[in-house]
């Protein structure tokens, strides 16, 4: 298997030409970590470890694994921690079964939810004290949209991705590579998510009727662009811790309306950055009041973001140099009429 090999660059704007690499380290670690884990859950679990491990060598990191191998790992690590034999077996179970009939995510795909082990992982993470909450508390919660909602965001999907490559061609390789999947769902308390549990899904809440399902394009690019910015971050820090800590103390967030950790609002203001900079070009072309109420949003939110962590984080050197690129990225895009509605 060929290794790609290109410099890493710590740096918040779009880049398409680093994503390839990104995603194979990503893909590296995944499976160092799970030879080592495996080696632990042996033990215990003597015949299914070896199995696991026999096909493991098998999985190449070059290519875009499916993110259910990556639910595989969680498990079988989070089992190993909780010392539950069983979590483990399951884990071990579907990653031999994986790489034996679907390793790889050859093909981006948008469909409905489906209830399968990445997102009962994702909803265990969800509804656990991490996860989101409505302005009244309430835990998060998805269901299956109907085939009408499913067709309707499937073509949206597809056109905002059009879009989206006319505007940011960088931001859409980047989505190219590590986007696998997209499930749509209806529900409430999230919107879109994604996670290092099944790094390369996304799940995205179909808009809500009112001012999201009157502006479709608008509420898909920002989101798509929302997503794939948290996939770069994860990928630059599986690379090089950015913040210190971070995970204990909570502040108020710049987009969510629970108060978050500081790990959590330096990714929401990473993600900003680069939302602010894609709206400022779509409002360059569409000045619409929508566009530019948008753009006003999240450029209030990215100064939010930009705030707290001057006041509270503790950053690594090259954590500090990427939120320095946020905030550069987000100054150089905001130029002419769409940055002086904004300012």
Same mark, same amino acid.
């Not at 995944?30 to 470890?49: C, M, N, Q, Y």
């Given at each position: 298997?060929?290794?790609?090999?290109?410099?890493?660059?710590?740096?918040? $704007?779009?880049?398409? $030409?680093?994503?390839?690499?990104?995603?194979?380290?990503?893909?590296?670690?995944?499976?160092?970590?799970?030879?080592?884990?495996?080696?632990?859950?042996?033990?215990?679990?003597?015949?299914?470890?070896?199995?696991?491990?026999?096909?493991?060598?098998?999985?190449?990191?070059?290519?875009?694994?499916?993110?259910?191998?990556?639910?595989?790992?969680?498990?079988?690590?989070?089992?190993? %921690?909780?010392?539950?034999?069983?979590?483990?077996?399951?884990?071990?179970?579907?990653?031999?079964?994986?790489?034996?009939?679907?390793?790889? $995510?050859?093909?981006?795909?948008?469909?409905?939810?489906?209830?399968?082990?990445?997102?009962?992982?994702?909803?265990?993470?969800?509804?656990?004290?991490?996860?989101?909450?409505?302005?009244?508390?309430?835990?998060?919660?998805?269901?299956?949209?109907?085939?009408?909602?499913?067709?309707?965001?499937?073509?949206?999907?597809?056109?905002?991705?059009?879009?989206?490559?006319?505007?940011?061609?960088?931001?859409?390789?980047?989505?190219?590579?590590?986007?696998?999947?997209?499930?749509?769902?209806?529900?409430?308390?999230?919107?879109?998510?994604?996670?290092?549990?099944?790094?390369?899904?996304?799940?995205?809440?179909?808009?809500?009727?009112?001012?999201?399902?009157?502006?479709?394009?608008?509420?898909?690019?920002?989101?798509?662009?929302?997503?794939?910015?948290?996939?770069?971050?994860?990928?630059?820090?599986?690379?090089?811790?950015?913040?210190?800590?971070?995970?204990?103390?909570?502040?108020?967030?710049?987009? %969510?309306?629970?108060?978050?950790?500081?790990?959590?609002?330096?990714? $929401?203001?990473?993600?900003?950055?680069?939302?602010?900079?894609?709206?400022? %070009?779509?409002?360059?072309?569409?000045?619409?009041?929508?566009?530019?109420?948008?753009?006003?949003?999240?450029?209030?939110?990215?100064?939010?973001?930009?705030?707290?962590?001057?006041?509270?984080?503790?950053?690594?050197?090259?954590?500090?140099?990427?939120?320095?690129?946020?905030? %550069?990225?987000?100054?150089?895009?905001?130029?002419?009429?769409?940055?002086?509605?904004?300012?």
């Amino acid at each position: 298997m060929a290794t790609p090999l290109a410099p890493v660059s710590f740096d918040a $704007a779009p880049n398409g $030409a680093r994503t390839e690499f990104l995603r194979y380290r990503v893909n590296q670690n995944l499976v160092f970590d799970l030879s080592r884990h495996i080696e632990v859950a042996e033990k215990v679990l003597p015949g299914t470890a070896r199995r696991a491990g026999a096909r493991l060598i098998e999985l190449d990191p070059t290519r875009r694994i499916n993110p259910e191998i990556f639910t595989c790992y969680f498990q079988i690590a989070d089992g190993i %921690r909780q010392q539950d034999a069983g979590r483990v077996a399951s884990g071990l179970g579907g990653l031999t079964g994986l790489i034996n009939s679907a390793p790889y $995510a050859e093909h981006f795909s948008v469909g409905p939810l489906r209830y399968d082990r990445t997102e009962a992982e994702i909803l265990d993470f969800l509804c656990g004290p991490e996860g989101p909450r409505s302005q009244r508390g309430e835990f998060p919660e998805m269901w299956v949209p109907n085939d009408d909602d499913v067709a309707a965001g499937q073509k949206w999907v597809t056109e905002s991705l059009l879009v989206l490559g006319d505007l940011d061609s960088d931001l859409a390789a980047e989505f190219g590579e590590l986007a696998a999947e997209l499930r749509l769902f209806r529900g409430r308390a999230a919107r879109g998510i994604t996670s290092v549990r099944s790094f390369g899904l996304i799940l995205l809440r179909l808009p809500d009727r009112g001012q999201e399902s009157s502006e479709p394009l608008l509420y898909f690019l920002d989101h798509i662009a929302h997503e794939t910015s948290h996939m770069v971050l994860h990928t630059l820090m599986n690379i090089e811790p950015l913040v210190i800590g971070g995970h204990d103390v909570r502040y108020s967030a710049p987009i %969510r309306p629970d108060h978050r950790p500081l790990y959590g609002i330096y990714h $929401a203001t990473f993600v900003l950055s680069r939302i602010t900079r894609l709206l400022a %070009r779509l409002a360059a072309h569409d000045p619409r009041p929508p566009v530019l109420s948008a753009l006003q949003i999240q450029y209030e939110r990215f100064g939010k973001g930009i705030a707290t962590l001057a006041a509270h984080a503790t950053l690594t050197a090259t954590g500090r140099k990427v939120l320095e690129s946020c905030e %550069r990225l987000v100054e150089s895009e905001l130029v002419g009429s769409a940055g002086a509605a904004v300012r």
